[in-house]
């Protein structure tokens, strides 16, 4: 792909005989010097809950804290492939500075809008390629699922938990070992079965799913999906369910324990800041709760408050690096070691995560 | 008392033919600034972000282009079977029948940099999607079976069958488990044809269609002894044509132009497969496009400006206005309800007060 | 797998099945009219968005079905005077009705995305729900699966035991007999095509009231056309699309278990199956000209005017 030149570009429009376009593009760009221009693309609507529900959090808090000094767009309901490729180039076009994209299949539209717009600064999440002007940023959620493992390792009373989850890639997997490792370290007789409903999104699906884990005897659910459908079925049935994204305790007073929440308003401040010094650059961040990205939402008072008290211990223990979730030993459903004793599962071994430890039924769909 | 009453005319009307659209956009512009108006926009803001403010560059209209291609395309092919009364409405699965071909032969020559990568790409995306067009042709035609649901149905397995490839065996081995193929490497992606835009070479395809529609279409005896097989099944098998081949035709035109207008996707904007390819809403959205061009050449060319200017408007309006981009939908629906309804006036005319069942009872005494 | 866990399943087949019952059932009376509209999704979702904010802003979960059944019921007039008044293209209008009532939906719900809400609530009939096996089978629900439930009789009845139910059949038969006895085919088409938009209406909003009481956008998630090869599917017959609701709403929850059991069959194929099968139903009653003249309206999708036919 050829880089376009503003002369180039100009010309173009010249050579349309638009030269009110052209004017227009001027006068915006006059005006981007006094705010510095902040883009963000997201994949659904805002809503009150859920994974762009946090990433607007952050959106908010990044407002308030430098107030009239930026200026900020918000585009929802983008959809992946070449309709976000188009918006992220008008954003970029109109005067945008910086350009947060937070869905998967921003990845490569992004890549391919940074290379034409070699000052502008995207920050793309969860993917993982990065370019000379793209960044890109995750968290680890996996130590919030640890955490929350504790809390349904404890309340279980089946001992058996159900995982709502959309797609078998690194990342749920990740979860999903976390929550079993975490709730094995108070209950070593758990079970965790697993539903894919191939979707990220499809608040009927992972209802049923949710349904049938229930049916199966699991008595708290929780998911790696972004609808509030498996709240609301615990809450039906009169079991528990541990919320993702947000908390989703107004979906479900009785079942909801806890959540897995992550935030983003620390990372978004950093980077603007960065780039309002001149100083940004393109990095590959993925923070857990160290940084505060990922965290563990209230707690019912349902939880009693030993198990409270093991929670917060462990946090601190992650926190200070003592406990990693992926601590060796780790062995896989077979009983591969996959981690020594003494060791730890490193980043790159756990961004390539394709197994379920022992203690999750059921085989890994390829 | 006053009544309006639709009366057949004798002949259908030739200028309704031309002005019934027209007038279908104009209703549907006023339906637009009366929703403007309603929601607190001004209008000529409103209409300025909506219709102007995303064609202004040329960056803009070479968006235009690429939205308005496949639209065309896709509407000429159905337009053969339309005319005939063939109901494909299953384009949208053709068109990633087409998708998941092309895409099969760019993964399968991925190492390869040969010039003839593209054009096998096309040619599998023609047949990919002639071959999911062939199912309710050899239904109809074997069975008797609708065409129009079953073409309907296959759209969804079709977006299954590419669900399934890029979860499973054609899921790019480097990308983590993500349920997409590779990106295509160069050898497998359109050029593009204006520097600054994103405009590539399968506009070329269009334009090409373009022309051997129109030809076919004034000048071909197939597609004349097709609309007479379509309208008059009897009358065309007394005149020694075979109605079966109708029915293959028709579908097929309309799959093979699906299909092009999925590879055209796959080497043009999207250059891998992932599912947002099963989603483009093309292939449903080109049956208005082929209604409001009239089933005719140029007529679906310039419908399918306003429709791909209309997915860019809403886009638009989202980004200047905060308006959620499904305005555009409301849009779309719109103009083809307008376009259907005025359509009566091409067959029927208006006829205002009762003097016409106070003549016919005078008559009857 | 026990008694119990089957229990669990099937009453979770039949909540599964209720939207698809109201959606095809409706379908069905527009399409013994001789009336095709594949609208159907574009009506749902209406249904359940208008279902969804009036519940939301009233706090009367009745009102909120009421509504939905209203907006389909507004929708489906939509489609009657472009069809039905002004004798369009059916299958034209009824795609433009599912383009329109998408983005409809969307627009006005910008503001509702996973905004909380109560849903309806189970009955428990005089602790009827507590009883072994039966109470979880058969007393478990919200009372809109007994709606869906009591909705088959009724239209069975309908159209084989009553008069207006012949009139309607013959009319989905040949129009133009039923205009020569002196029926009124359009009146009589427009009421089936409105009943067909209540009915989407409130399977729609069975969906954001009941099934997961929360509003996101394309929810429906292409229930709307699952019902529509359902009515094809059961032939026309309102009891086989009963049976063809449970078997299609249950196709997920099965694979869900399945999984579970550990049986691996990539999911993509168990969701194309109504659609495979529909087709195949298709095949076997078109392939010869007394079986679809048995099944099928004969009048199907064929616009009717008085004076032209």
Known sequence: MKHTS???????????????????????????????????????????????????????????????????????????????????????????QIIFGTSFGYMNPMLKVAKTFPKVHFEHATGYKTAKNLGNYNARFYEGRYLAGIVAGAMTKSNKLGYVAAFPIPEVLQGINAYTRGAQSVNPDIEVNVVWV??????????????????????????????????????????????????????????????????????????????????????????????????????????????????????????DGSLHPFAGPVVDQEGKEIVAAGANMSDADMSKMGFYVRGVNGKLPK | M?????????????????????????????????????????????FHAFFIEPVNDLYG??????????????????AVGFRA???????????????????????????????????????????????????????????NTNEILVSLMLVYVAGMVLSWLIHGPWRDPDGFGFPQSRMFSDSALLPLIIEGTRAHAGIFITLLALIVTTIFFRWGLLAFQMRVAGLAPKAAGYAGFNSQYTVWIG??????????????????????????????????????????????????????????????GGESAQVNLALPSAVSKVFQGLLLFFLLATDVLIHFRLQFGSSNAAARKAGAL | MNTETLILILAATVAAAVPLIFAALGELVVEKSGVLNLGVEGMMIVGAISGFIVAHETGFLWLGVLAGAGAGVLMAFIFGIITLTLMANQVATGLALTIFGIGLSAFIGQNYSSVALDGLDKINLVGLSDLPIIGKLLFSYDPLVYLALLMFPLISWFLYRSRSGLILRALGESPASAHALGYSVIKIRYLAVLFGGAMAGIGGAYLSLAYTPLWSEGMTAGRGWIALALVVFATWRPGRVLLGAFLFGGMTIAQFHAQGLGIEIPAQFLTMLPYLATIVVLVLISRNANTIRLNAPASLGQAFHKEVH
Do not use: C
């Open chain 1, 198 to 319: 191939n979707s990220w999104f499809d608040p009927g699906r992972e209802r049923e799913a949710a349904d049938t884990l229930l049916d199966q005897g699991a008595d708290v659910v929780t998911h790696h999906t972004d609808s509030t459908a498996p709240v609301i079925a615990a809450e039906e049935k009169g079991k528990y369910a541990i919320a993702y994204h947000s908390d989703m305790s107004k979906y479900g007073a009785k079942a909801h324990l806890t959540s897995v929440t992550h935030h983003w308003g620390d990372y978004y401040k950093a980077i603007v800041q960065s780039a309002l010094d001149g100083q940004w650059a393109a990095g590959s961040v993925w923070g857990g709760m160290k940084e505060g990205m990922v965290n563990i939402g209230a707690m019912n008072e349902a939880v009693p408050a030993d198990v409270v008290a093991k929670v917060e211990a462990a946090k601190a223990a992650i926190i």
């Open chain 2, 251 to 312: 579908l097929l035109a309309g799959g093979a132009a699906a299909g092009l207008a999925g590879a055209s996707e796959a080497a043009g904007p999207f250059g891998q497969l992932d599912m947002a390819a099963s989603v483009t809403g093309y292939g449903f959205a080109a049956i208005i496009v082929a209604f409001v061009g009239r089933l005719h050449p140029v007529g679906i060319l310039f419908a399918s400006l306003l429709m791909a200017l209309l997915y860019l």
């Open chain 2, 85 to 143: 009364n063939i109901w494909n409405i299953g384009a949208e699965g053709q068109l990633i029948l087409g998708t998941i071909a092309a895409g099969g032969v760019a993964l399968w020559f991925y190492e390869s940099d040969s010039v003839f990568v593209l054009p096998l790409m096309f040619i599998a995306g023609a047949l990919g999607g002639m071959a999911w067009a062939a199912i309710p042709a050899f239904l109809r035609t074997r069975f």
């Open chain 1, 6 to 96: 503003v002369t180039g570009r100009i010309k173009g429009l010249l050579g349309t005989s638009l030269l009110a376009g052209a004017l227009a593009l001027a006068a915006g760009s006059a005006q981007a010097e006094d705010k510095l221009k902040i883009g963000f693309i997201y994949v659904s609507p805002i809503g009150d809950a859920g994974w762009t529900f946090q990433h607007d959090t952050g959106r908010k808090e990044l407002e308030a804290a430098f107030g009239d000094k930026i200026e900020i767009k918000v585009l929802d309901t983008i959809p992946e492939g070449p309709e976000a490729e188009r918006v992220t180039r008008e954003l970029a076009s109109s005067g945008h």
């Open chain 2, 61 to 78: 209209l070479g968006e235009l282009l690429i939205k308005a291609s496949p639209l065309a395309l896709i509407a000429l092919g159905l």
């Open chain 2, 2 to 46: 006053l009544s309006i009453k639709l009366v057949p005319r004798p002949q259908p009307s030739k200028s309704m033919v031309y002005l019934s659209p027209l007038l279908a956009i104009g209703l549907m512009l006023v339906f637009g600034l009366i929703v403007f108006m309603f929601l607190g926009q001004n209008p000529v803001t409103a």
